[in-house]
């Protein structure tokens, strides 16, 4: 058997393996002109504020989660970030919360919430006026999408979806 013979279908095998992933987006650049990080995003769970939760980050195991509420009275959307291993509240720096929504991406505002400690430039708790949402969406769902979160400078960009449990 010839070497090309044996390195080529473990050539294959590498790229195939690494293409693979299901649990991995990656990312765009940031305005910053930095790479964005790439996102690992674990299955969901529920969370302590009656939303699903989300595991991000650029490691496993995961190191930052997200719990997004919504809120079929009001409409309102919370979204709540935090450490996993502590599961301290996590203050970010930056957030660009985009909902998918017929076929198309929408930029809601998201406000920041500040606990103690916390300024409204790096809040953990962040909250979308159900009135910034399409009229057609008033189930839960209907909520998916990505977020920009930037985090100690860094860009993570995991996705949420509301419509699994």
């Known amino acids: 058997m010839t070497r090309a013979a044996v390195i080529l279908p473990l050539m ?26 790439i996102a690992s ?21 995961h190191e ?8 079929e009275g009001t409409r309102d959307l919370r979204l709540f970030f935090s450490r996993i291993q502590s599961g301290a509240p996590l203050p970010v720096d930056d957030l ?8 198309r991406d929408l930029i809601l505002e998201a406000n920041s919430v500040p606990r103690e400690n916390e300024t409204a430039d790096s809040a953990s708790e ?18 998916h999408g990505h977020l920009h979160v930037t985090i100690d400078g860094k860009e993570y960009i995991p ?7």
């Open 126 to 143: 962040f909250r979308i006026s159900g009135k910034s949402l399409p009229a057609e969406i008033t189930q839960r769902d209907q909520i």
């Open 12 to 37: 294959l095998m590498f790229i195939a393996a690494g293409c693979n992933s299901e649990d991995q987006q990656l990312g765009e650049t940031s305005g910053t002109g930095h790479a964005a990080s």
């Open 96 to 103: 660009i919360f985009e909902l998918e929504h017929e076929d």
């Open 64 to 71: 930052f989660e997200i719990e997004v509420v919504f809120d």
């Open 41 to 61: 995003v674990a299955q969901s769970k529920s969370g302590t504020n009656g939303g699903q939760v989300f595991q991000f980050g650029r490691i496993r195991p």
């Open 159 to 165: 996705d949420y979806d509301l419509r699994k449990r």
